[in-house]
């Protein structure tokens, strides 16, 4: 089964809105990642968060770890038509395997 | 710096056929995976190698896929044969991380199995 599962499953939002998305995961983790994938680009790696880290930012991300409710957060600000894409979390598992294991997707549209 | 190759970009073939795709890595990345992503999910890891070594294959379904790593580069994801629920994009990606870091794409095969 999968371990990470993203929430909404889809978002439709204005250019310029912010746009939030959760992951929850059920095991102790290593690291948390978020990709993206569109049609253009294919999966493309956005952010690293490790387990003893809080939040980190990337330009107009903003991701939060929260360990203990097994929960993470990405924020894309001031969103533009060129942010619609699919967003994946990715984790891998303590205890040594760093095994990685996607989530369903949450897919996003940004209308301009 | 180059990415991930991966050949060929689209297959279509008939159940019970046999199917081969290849991925030639990022230079340097020891660590090599393959997905499987059917339409709507995210990826599912198949197959995980570090140099020519498998780190897991836990989800390849070994009855009829198979994957190799020769010399510890490019690699070679085979079905034989071919089902209908196989018809997915078949990933291949890499890493210098071991596991514990950036993953880096490529394009995809996209598989349809008639």
């Known amino acids: 089964s999968q371990q990470g599962e993203e929430d909404p499953q889809a978002l439709s939002i204005q250019e310029g809105e912010n746009a939030t998305m959760n992951c929850s995961y059920k095991t102790s983790i290593n690291n948390l990642q978020w990709y993206r994938q569109n049609s253009g680009r294919g999966l493309v790696h956005l952010i690293l968060?490790?387990?003893?880290?809080r939040e980190k930012h990337s330009g107009r991300l903003r991701v939060t770890l929260d360990t203990s409710k097994k929960s993470s957060s990405l924020l894309i600000t001031a969103s533009r038509a060129a942010d619609t894409a699919s967003y994946f979390c990715a984790t891998d598992a303590s205890g040594g395997s760093y095994i990685p294991t996607f989530g369903r997707g949450t897919s996003l549209i940004v209308h301009p | 710096e180059a990415g991930v190759a991966q050949s060929p970009r689209y297959k279509i073939i008939e159940k019970r056929q046999s199917v081969a795709f290849w991925c030639n890595p990022i230079?340097?990345?020891?660590?090599l995976y393959w997905y499987q992503q059917i339409l709507g999910q995210g990826p599912k890891l198949l197959i995980q190698?570090?140099?020519?070594?498998?780190?897991?294959d836990s989800q390849l379904p070994k009855d009829r896929f198979s994957a190799e790593r020769l010399k510890g580069v490019d690699s070679t994801l085979k079905i034989q044969p071919a089902k209908l629920e196989d018809s997915a994009v078949y990933l291949c990606a890499s890493s210098s991380s071991g596991g514990r870091g950036e993953q880096f794409f490529g394009p995809g095969t996209r598989l349809t199995v008639l």
């Open positions: 190698f570090q140099n020519n070594g498998v780190v897991d």
């Open positions: 968060i490790r387990s003893n880290e």
């Open positions: 230079s340097g990345h020891a660590t």
